[in-house]
Nanobody
Framework: QVQLVESGGGLVQAGGSLRLSCGASGRTSSVYTMGWFRQAPGKEREFVATIKWNGGISRYADSVKGRFTISRDNAKNTVFLQMNSLKPEDTAVYYC???????????????WGQGTQVTVSS
């Protein structure tokens, strides 16, 4: 089992920045891919970014490319999501996820955090 705990959400004005953190514990040696997803009210959970735990190869949704950066600190078992130039449409609950495989879609991630709220005011 892998446990995930997100932190760093909050309220920010449009154009501002936030940095989300996701601490992993448990069988972290089995993790292959880490990801961030988000879910806005009334909408489905959507992909934001993923990163390979070893090698650091990352992918981004088109909507956040150039504004968000996913990174990881293997020694601290932590994944980060640096969010810059935030827009009101970025408002959502952000979830950290982990997979023991090369996952891309939410349905392929086995482990999930509880989520952290990000609200961007206009």
């Amino acid at each position: 089992q892998v446990q995930l705990v997100e932190s760093g959400g909050g309220l920010v004005q449009a154009g501002g920045s936030l940095r989300l953190s996701c601490g992993a514990s448990g069988r972290t040696s089995s993790v292959y891919t880490m990801g961030w997803f988000r879910q806005a009210p009334g909408k489905e959970r959507e992909f934001v970014a993923t990163i390979k735990w070893n090698g650091g190869i990352s992918r981004y949704a088109d909507s956040v490319k150039g504004r968000f950066t996913i990174s990881r600190d293997n020694a601290k078992n932590t994944v980060f999501l640096q969010m810059n130039s935030l827009k009101p449409e970025d408002t959502a609950v952000y979830y950290c996820a982990a997979s023991i495989g090369a996952a891309s879609y939410a349905r392929n991630f086995e482990y999930w955090g509880q989520g952290t709220q990000v609200t961007v005011s206009s």
